[in-house]
């Protein structure tokens, strides 16, 4: 089946520390890859994305790369800021499914001055 | 710059009422569904619909209805509200078909049944 796995929270880091939240997948076939954040009271936002093999989604500092060999889309910036404070998801869409998404748990991140 | 556009933001219920949440969405998408967000479960997926006239079932429909009369909106229906219901609701959409199609938010509907 499908499935998303991403590290337990809460983490919290200080102001300039660098980030990873792991994130590793099972699905069949070639899935794409997504990070979406959410802001406290707000609904969920796309943050990144990547759709094949290698590809490296990046926005906003924070950047993914899609490793096929070991099923994994870890979550990275190298200088967090008290504005990253957020619940960030990471997620798959299968193959030739369009649209059927999979949502990890989620992993809150808050950043301290 | 609407997007996905959800109501009511905030609701309070009492056990065996039942309600409506409503959700619109103005970018022409095919693809529409609910969440449900509890703590420590993530989003599970409740019902969605590809297009007009056309629902099926997610991960939990149970107790909840949907329909999908025009390609804009997508309501979701509690048919008689339990605590177990109590959670954030989203409704999302997307394009139909292909691949990396990026799934729109609505802003969720805080639900507490008492």
């Known amino acids: 089946g499908n499935s998303v796995t991403q590290m337990e929270g809460p983490v919290t880091l200080s102001e300039e520390a660098f980030l990873t939240i792991n994130c590793t997948y099972t699905?069949?076939?070639?899935?794409?890859l997504f990070w979406y954040v959410q802001y406290p009271g707000e609904g969920l936002q796309l943050l990144l994305k990547?759709?094949?093999?290698?590809d490296k989604g990046s926005n906003k500092g924070f950047e993914a790369t899609y490793r096929k060999e070991t099923t994994s889309f870890h979550l990275e910036k190298g200088s967090v800021q008290v504005s990253d404070s957020a619940v960030y998801f990471c997620?798959?869409?299968?193959?030739?499914?369009?649209?059927?998404?999979?949502f990890g748990t989620g992993t809150s991140l808050t950043v301290i001055p | 710059n609407a997007g996905v556009t959800q109501t009511p933001k905030f609701q309070v219920l009492k056990t065996g009422q039942s309600m409506t949440l409503q959700c619109a969405q103005d970018?022409?998408?095919?693809?529409m569904s609910w969440y449900r967000q509890d703590p420590g479960m993530g989003l599970r997926l409740i019902h969605y619909?590809?297009?007009?006239?056309?629902?099926d079932q997610g991960e939990v429909p149970n107790g909840y209805n949907v329909s999908r009369s025009t390609t804009e909106d997508f309501p979701l229906r509690l048919l008689s509200a339990a605590p177990s219901q109590t959670s954030v609701y989203f409704c999302a959409s997307s394009y139909w078909g292909g691949a990396g199609n990026t799934i729109y938010f609505g802003e969720g509907s805080w639900l507490t049944v008492v």
């Open positions: 997620a798959l869409s299968p193959a030739n499914t369009g649209n059927q998404f999979y």
């Open positions: 619909s590809v297009g007009a006239g056309i629902t």
């Open positions: 699905a069949t076939g070639y899935p794409s």
């Open positions: 990547a759709t094949k093999a290698d």
């Open positions: 970018m022409n998408h095919e693809y």
